[in-house]
């Protein structure tokens, strides 16, 4: 690393602390992780429901104010505090799936993202709620999302602030997620191969997969980690940051590259820092995915397409989210006010003539991802 480089960015040299460092091992048998909802609370989210429904309000134009929830709303308020200055995770139990439709469950999930943050595009076009399903895609091809296929996901960050996870429906087999800890595996990388440390703050190049708009490179230049405003945020997707070798214009991963990515891999899926979560049915898990690491094993599925694996998905941008530094995103769009933060811009633009930008400003056409499609977990 050269030495304008190193004086440009700011490094951790100490073992990071706080409550977003944990290990699984530890949170196993405990449940202040777990926010399990009361039947008054749960009468609430049915309420709003009925609300929403009873007025006709189309589901991407539901607005907290839309979706009232009169003692649930200030729980939320705190699990979004817990998701940026905890320990980053949260799985919400007992949201009763079962006794709705998939548009019903659609509309509650929804309607509780927005009380705790503001929703982003989670693909090129423009989905905004999406549908984790097992398409028959493959890896092998450069294009596809872990997501739409059965296969194991290893651990990786996501592409916004939070992830959002509600489970409908469960694999047949498999499919166990986990979590780990980001500070915890900076700290292992820190205690057994100093040397690495700041190759982790270098510029790494990760594939965009094709979700990128025309005039885009396909691939982007960010670091793997940043120390940032008194935070650690990491940024890290294997499959991603190999497949962007592809381009010629990437430069080559080095052998100490391999070497930081394996050290992450083996830190992150070790006994004592994993956390299996159990994903079940009217489970709702979020992420801080600049805090915590998240993986899934391979499953199977069942043959009736009804009790197929379902799992719906939000990518959100925390209203009072961390600062992160110039170019944490790459490419991709940070409105600097905290809203609308990462995602991936959607190719399908409307320029808006007269809106005090030069040139217009751009808006997309936003949708949900139909149930025959899936977006990334």
């Not at 449940?31 to 991407?60: D, H, T």
Request: a neutral charge; aromatic letters at 6%.
């Amino acid at each position: 690393m050269s030495t304008a480089h190193s004086n440009a960015i700011e490094v951790l040299r100490r073992p990071c602390s706080g409550p977003a460092v944990w290990s699984g091992a530890d949170l196993a048998d405990r449940e202040e992780w777990v926010l399990r909802l009361s039947p008054e609370q749960i009468e609430e989210l049915e309420s709003a429901l009925c609300a929403v429904r009873g007025r006709g309000v189309p589901l991407l134009k539901v607005r907290s104010a839309d979706f009232p929830l009169p003692t649930l709303a200030d729980v939320l308020e705190r699990v979004a505090d817990e998701l940026e200055n905890g320990r980053g995770f949260v799985l919400v139990k007992g949201i009763p799936v079962e006794r709705y439709g998939r548009a019903a469950a659609s509309t509650l999930f929804w309607g509780l993202g927005q009380h705790l943050g503001v929703p982003v595009s989670q693909s090129a076009a423009g989905h905004m709620l999406g549908h984790a399903r097992d398409t028959g895609r493959t890896l092998a091809d450069p294009t596809t999302r872990g997501h739409q296929t059965r296969a194991a996901v290893p651990f990786h960050t996501g592409g916004s602030d939070v992830l959002g996870l509600l489970c409908l429906t469960p694999p047949r087999a498999g499919g166990r997620t986990f979590l780990a800890s980001a500070a915890t595996v900076y700290n292992a990388v820190l205690a057994h191969r100093p040397d690495l440390v700041e190759r982790l703050y270098r510029p790494h190049h990760l594939d965009r997969r094709g979700e990128h708009t025309p005039g885009e490179r396909p691939h982007h230049a960010v670091p793997l980690v940043a120390w940032h405003g008194g935070k650690l945020s990491m940024r890290y997707h294997r499959p991603y940051l190999e497949s962007a070798q592809r381009f010629p214009d990437v430069p080559r991963l080095e052998s100490a590259d391999v070497e930081l990515f394996d050290l992450i891999d083996r830190a992150a899926g070790s006994p004592r820092h994993r956390l299996d979560v159990g994903f079940e049915p009217g489970d709702l898990l979020l992420v801080n995915n600049y805090a915590v690491l998240n993986s899934r094993t391979e499953y199977e599925d069942f043959a009736e397409p009804e009790r197929k694996r379902h799992v719906l998905r939000l990518w959100l941008t925390l209203r009072k989210g961390r600062d992160l530094p110039p170019r944490f995103w790459g490419d991709l769009p940070d409105s600097g006010d905290g809203s609308g933060r990462g995602g991936v811009t959607p190719r399908d633009l409307v320029a808006i003539p007269g809106s005090g930008d030069i040139g217009g400003s751009c808006r997309p056409h936003l949708h949900i991802a139909g149930p025959d499609r899936t977006d990334d977990e």
